[in-house]
Structure formats: structure tokens, C-alpha cells
């Protein structure tokens, strides 16, 4: 009888552990719908002074930080997004060396001096496929771990090598170790040993989740004391993937006729507009997706494309659209969402709309999607 009870409250401390995850991922999901739609504002107009031939040279300086900062935020609400399981992650060419600087770029200006950070880039190949913000996340975890292992100081190692179709990417630091005691536990959501203030003991499990989702493989060892290894090791890219690159993008192209926008945030509104006009369209913005539905009754024959929001409050995108397609089933919808692509788009793109535009988008991505879209 005992061990069945303890059976019980063993699956109840499951079930909470579960609710409290899913709880923490809808949160999440939400917060990083919000953030995208901000992002938009901040990269979009970004994308506009960088397209203006009169922003002058220190402007643009000031710019291109402002968009590093606003991709990267974007990359880590995708991060939110992926951990909610809102979306597909990236598939796109990611350089590992790259991901590899960045973090230690970010840590040698926020970690203590006491720590030296080294990196040893053996691997004459570091591509492989995948999401570069969730990479970077996997690295920045690890290396932050290795901070925290290392509170009087030591080494901290970035190092990459080549194995057969692999390449391995180890995060080495010179600190306390990790007991054996806790080996078993350290994957475990909420396991930390640091402390509430300082740890959510989520790290490891993202690391292993976002590893596992890119085909690699997640090992660790602490045989070669003081300190602790931790080694991925992820499938090289196959030198025919031809997933465009992270960060390659094509000059705007101008077009020309009307665009209809359903969205329910101004500040989107408001850059969309901005973008559109660059480009050459004329743009009408409209809050209330039941009001556009009324617009586009009265002037269809005027509107060329529409852009739509999936996610609005009172009618939503989906039965937006299907009104949309009512009125005029050759309408040519776009649809945009602060969330990934996912199920439910897929399935209106089933049902005609033309393309999905993630959220934040840059006046780049704009114009290449309605060149497409209003192609004859
Ligand atoms: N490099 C390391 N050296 C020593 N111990 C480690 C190392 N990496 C992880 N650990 C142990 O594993 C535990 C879990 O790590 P994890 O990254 O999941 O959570 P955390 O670092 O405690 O919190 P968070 O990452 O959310 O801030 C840590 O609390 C620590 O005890
Ligand atoms: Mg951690």
C-alpha cells in the first residue's frame, strides 16, 4: 500500500511539474507574441533609414547596432516561442564559429575578468543546419553554467573539432565539477543547485532540448579535473543544403498598387504603412478585422493584396480570411503572425492564402513577399 502511495504522489509531483511547465510556456508564448509585434516596429523602421540615401554615416552606425540588438531580441523571443512550442525553429545554414563568437563577444563584456575565456577552433568546418538564436542559446547556457562553476576564476574554453560528419563543439571550464551525486539530476526541468534567486534550472534542459531537435547529441564529463566538459556534437551541413544563409538579404524592390492591412497593434500599423508607401503601394491600415471584412465588401475591386494579422481580438484571423475569401476568392492574402508558421497556418495556405510573413519583418522580406504575391 505504501509503495503504491508513493507511486501516487510520485506521478502527482509529475503532473505538477508538467502543469507548471505548460504554464510557463503559454506565459512565454504570449510574451513573445507581444514582443514581436514591437520588433516589427523597431526593425521595420530600422530597415527604412538603412534603405534612406539621406541617413547620414553616424546614423547609420547607430542603426546597424539597433538592428543586431532588435534581431537578436527577436532570435530569443523565438527561443520563447520554440520553448512554447509555438512554431518551427529555423532551418537555415548556420556557421558554428559564428554562434561561437557572438557568445563569447556578449560574455567578455558581462563575465567577471577573473575568468579567461579561450577559444581553440580546430574544426576547418563548422556549418551545420539549424536555428541560429537557439545555437546560441545552447552556447550561452553552457558557457553561463561555467561562469557559475567558476566563482574564484579559471578558464573557460570554447572548442571546436571535426569528427567524421560531425563536428563537435565543447564548452570546457577549470571550476568546482559537478558531483556525482547530481550527474543524474543536472537534464532535470527545475533541478539547480543555486538557488532561487539565481537559478530556474531550466538551462540544461533547454540545451538538451534544442540539441536533441537538431540531431546532435549532448554528452559531459568531469574526467579531467578541476572542472567539467560538456561536448555537442551536431551533423555538418551537407554542402548541397541550400537553405538561404542567416542574415543574407536582397535589396527591397519596388511595386506599385494597393495594400490592404488588418492589424490590431498601431505601432505595426503604423510602420507597415511607412514601408508600403517606400516601396511604391499605396497603403490603407485598419484596426478592426470586422471593419476591414466591410472595406474590402465595398472596395475590393481597388485592393491588390491584404496583409493580415492572425491573432486579433474580436473576429479572428482565421474567420478574417475566410470572409475575406467569401467576399472574393481570388483575394490575395497574406498572411503575418508574431508567432511561427505553424499547423494552423499551414492549413490556410492550404485554403489559398497566398504566404506567411513572420513577424518581425524588415522592409526587405516586404517587398520580396509582394513582388511574389502580386506577380502576374
Ligand atoms: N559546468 C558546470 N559545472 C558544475 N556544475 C554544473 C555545470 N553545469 C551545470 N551544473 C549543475 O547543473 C545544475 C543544473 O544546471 P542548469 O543550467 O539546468 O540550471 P541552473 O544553471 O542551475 O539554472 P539556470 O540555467 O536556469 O540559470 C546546476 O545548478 C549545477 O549544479
Ligand atoms: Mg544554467
Known amino acids: ?57 553616424h546614423v547609420l552606425e547607430a542603426v546597424d547596432v539597433i538592428e543586431k540588438a532588435a534581431e537578436r531580441a527577436s532570435q530569443l523571443t523565438g527561443q520563447l516561442l ?25 560574455l567578455r563584456h558581462t ?10 577552433f580546430d574544426a576547418s568546418d563548422a556549418w551545420v543546419m539549424g536555428d541560429p538564436g537557439q545555437l546560441f ?4 547556457n553552457l558557457a553561463l553554467n561555467a561562469r557559475d562553476a567558476m566563482p574564484e576564476g579559471g578558464i573557460l574554453t570554447l572548442q571546436t573539432a571535426l569528427m567524421d560528419s560531425r563536428v563537435q563543439a565543447s564548452v570546457i571550464d577549470t571550476g568546482v565539477g559537478i558531483p556525482k551525486a547530481i550527474r543524474d539530476r543536472i537534464f532535470e526541468p527545475f533541478f539547480t ?28 564529463d568531469c574526467d579531467h579535473p578541476p572542472g567539467t566538459r560538456f561536448h555537442i556534437f551536431l551533423p555538418l551541413a551537407h554542402p548541397a543544403d541550400s537553405a538561404p544563409r542567416a542574415g543574407e538579404s536582397k535589396p527591397a524592390s ?57 491573432v486579433m481580438p474580436g473576429l479572428g484571423g482565421k ?23 505553424d499547423s494552423s497556418v499551414e492549413t490556410l495556405i492550404g485554403q489559398g492564402a497566398k504566404a506567411f510573413l513572420q513577424k518581425p519583418y524588415r522592409v526587405q522580406q516586404l517587398s520580396e513577399i509582394l513582388s511574389k504575391v502580386l506577380a502576374p
Do not use: W
Open 137 to 140: 542559446q545552447v552556447f550561452l
Open 193 to 220: 543547485t543555486k538557488g532561487a534567486q539565481q537559478g530556474t534550472g531550466m538551462g540544461l534542459t533547454v540545451v538538451q532540448r534544442i540539441v536533441k531537435s537538431h540531431g546532435g547529441q549532448l554528452e559531459f
Open 254 to 310: 519596388r511595386g506599385k498598387g494597393a495594400v490592404l492591412v488588418i492589424d490590431d497593434e498601431e505601432v505595426v500599423r503604423q510602420v507597415a504603412a511607412r514601408m508600403l508607401k517606400g516601396l511604391g503601394y499605396h497603403a490603407i491600415c485598419l484596426e478592426n478585422p470586422s471593419e476591414a471584412v466591410e472595406y474590402f465588401r465595398r472596395r475590393r475591386q481597388d485592393i491588390d493584396a491584404i496583409i493580415l494579422d492572425l
Open 319 to 341: 474567420a478574417c480570411f475566410e470572409a475575406l475569401r467569401e467576399i472574393d476568392p481570388q483575394a490575395r492574402v497574406i498572411l503575418t503572425s508574431g508567432y511561427s508558421l
Open 111 to 120: 563575465i567577471d575578468k577573473s575568468i579567461r575565456i579561450e577559444t581553440v
Open 82 to 106: 520554440g520553448f512554447a512550442r509555438k512554431g518551427e525553429p529555423k532551418r537555415v545554414r548556420v556557421d558554428l564559429h559564428q554562434v561561437l563568437l557572438e557568445v563569447v563577444e556578449l
Open 1 to 57: 500500500m505504501s509503495d503504491l502511495r508513493r507511486r501516487v504522489e510520485e506521478l502527482e509531483a509529475q503532473l505538477a511539474q508538467q502543469q507548471r511547465l505548460l504554464a510557463i510556456g503559454s506565459l512565454a508564448g504570449g510574451v513573445a507574441h507581444d514582443f514581436n509585434n514591437l520588433l516589427t516596429a523597431i526593425l521595420g523602421y530600422a530597415s527604412l533609414l538603412k534603405e534612406d540615401p539621406a541617413t547620414p554615416p
